[in-house]
């Protein structure tokens, strides 16, 4: 049974970088039939995808944010990262990791519980 | 970007209602289209894929249909864990855009 868990502080000030990472486990990152992306929800934009990526670096990003953006990932390490640059207050939201079939276009079958971030100085 | 509308915004009901939650899309999108159900302070569970297939472990009171541009997710007899807010998502194209939800309370 896979399951996701994701890391990172709660807190982070504007203009600075939110990171965020996420552990696989009790399977491998390195599925030909999934990719692994990034959610976030908030009360003002509810849930918008925000980036995906393959095991082997392969990545796509919603275009409204992609300057924004990067997503890698860390095979070795079962894992994989969100930045978002240049944070304000319209980052504030909880980020999801999630497992992706179907393409780095498809359904979000395996979800992590969840990080609230806030970007408050 | 495809734009996904719900309707209602929100229901009440009571445990053995039939409920029906109305999800449209701005464009075709090709029965891409997926469910999920969260629960408050959860994360979104993954109900229905692809208009009408059910995710494994969840019941069969849950089913997907479409017609069109509108896609329809019944729940033939409504239980009390169901009360949740429930979402929409089309997996067509980049970006993957959700509906904004439909919240199922008790009547």
């Known amino acids: 049974q896979v399951q996701l868990q994701e890391s990172g502080p709660g807190l982070v000030r504007p203009s600075e970088t939110l990171s965020l990472t996420c552990t696989v486990s009790g399977g491998s990152i390195r599925s030909t039939s999934h990719y692994w992306g990034w959610i976030r929800q908030s009360p003002g934009r509810g849930l918008e995808w925000l980036g995906s990526?393959?095991?082997?670096?392969?990545?796509h990003y919603n275009p409204s944010l992609k300057s924004r953006l990067s997503v890698s990932v860390d095979t070795s390490a079962s894992r994989f990262s969100l930045q978002v640059t240049s944070v304000t207050a319209a980052d504030s939201a909880v980020y999801y990791c999630?497992?992706?079939?179907?393409?780095?276009?498809?359904?979000?079958?395996?979800w992590g519980p969840g990080s609230l971030v806030t970007v408050s100085s | 970007d495809i734009q996904m509308t719900q309707s209602p915004s929100s229901l009440y009901a009571s445990v053995g209602d039939r409920v029906t939650i109305t999800c449209r899309a701005s464009?075709?999108?090709?029965?891409?289209l997926n469910w999920y159900q969260q629960q408050p302070g959860k994360a979104p569970r993954l109900l229905i894929y692809?208009?009408?297939t059910l995710q494994s472990g969840v019941p069969s009171r849950f089913s997907g249909s479409e017609s069109g541009t509108d896609f329809t997710l019944t729940i033939s007899s409504l239980q009390p864990e169901d009360f949740a807010t429930y979402y929409c998502q089309q997996s067509f194209s980049v970006p993957d855009t959700f509906g904004p939800g439909t919240k199922v309370e008790i009547k």
């Open positions: 464009q075709f999108i090709h029965r891409y």
């Open positions: 692809h208009t009408s």
């Open positions: 999630a497992r992706v079939y179907g393409g780095n276009s498809g359904y979000f079958d395996v």
């Open positions: 990526i393959f095991y082997n670096g392969d990545s």
